[in-house]
């Protein structure tokens, strides 16, 4: 079964979000809201579940699973992008407009998503 270019797109993105959590985690633990302990290790497990998730993703037996999964993933990661917009530090000093725009953006990427949970 051959998947289609948009799917690898999606598990591309997601393997080379995931590695950067790695290449540079100070980036990532900067946005952890403060209420959350052990930024490390949340950044870690992120990470390897963007990598994980996106190795899923380009599997054809395995692409639905890692569609739900990618949608609980950016619904656990959404406080931190929260916090990047609240938090003047956390937003790496970008224009309010483009952090506020940061918010839905994770609703479309839910939605790209869920067309793979089927």
Known sequence: MTL????YLMAFLYI??????FRNPKMYIKI?????SNPKLLNILSG?????????LAIPVTTHIAAWGIIALLIAV???????????KAGFNLPKWIL???????????????????
């Open 4 to 7: 289609p270019w948009h799917l």
């Open 16 to 21: 080379a979000a995931g590695l950067n959590h």
């Open 32 to 36: 952890i809201p403060s209420y959350f």
């Open 48 to 56: 390897a579940a963007e990598v994980i998730l996106g190795v899923l």
């Open 78 to 88: 959404f406080p931190a992008n929260l916090f990047m917009y609240q938090n003047k």
């Open 100 to 118: 506020f725009v940061r918010l839905p953006l994770q609703i479309v990427l839910m939605l790209w998503a869920y067309q793979y949970t089927c």
